[in-house]
């Protein structure tokens, strides 16, 4: 299993930019679709408290939204968990 995990969706904008973030730090990631999978948006809301797509996690680390996770790219957060995970960017 992936060490990145985003909850998605095939239309949601954010998600793609969330996406598009990890394919050019060359970040593999596990990808579930809540719009093709019964049953796992409710997974994801229980876990995060959240409904919206995408909804990130780097390790046991709860990153957020699309907008968390540009956050902690600029401000460098984001490498440090990913290094923490033993991801190496």
């Given at each position: 299993?992936?060490?990145?995990?985003?909850y998605?969706?095939?239309?949601?904008?954010?998600?793609?930019?969330?996406?598009?973030?990890?394919?050019?730090?060359?970040?593999?990631?596990?990808?579930?679709?809540?719009?093709?999978?019964?049953?796992?948006?409710?997974?994801?809301?229980?876990?995060?408290?959240?409904?919206?797509?995408?909804?990130v996690?780097?390790?046991?680390?709860?990153?957020?939204?699309?907008?968390?996770?540009?956050?902690?790219?600029?401000?460098?957060?984001?490498?440090?968990?990913?290094?923490?995970?033993?991801?190496?960017?």
């Amino acid at each position: 299993m992936s060490k990145v995990v985003m909850y998605t969706t095939g239309i949601c904008p954010f998600c793609i930019m969330a996406k598009r973030i990890f394919d050019d730090m060359k970040v593999p990631y596990e990808e579930i679709r809540v719009d093709k999978h019964l049953g796992k948006r409710e997974e994801m809301m229980e876990i995060t408290n959240r409904r919206t797509v995408p909804q990130v996690f780097i390790g046991d680390h709860y990153v957020g939204g699309c907008d968390d996770m540009q956050d902690a790219l600029r401000s460098g957060q984001l490498n440090l968990w990913l290094k923490e995970a033993g991801i190496y960017v």
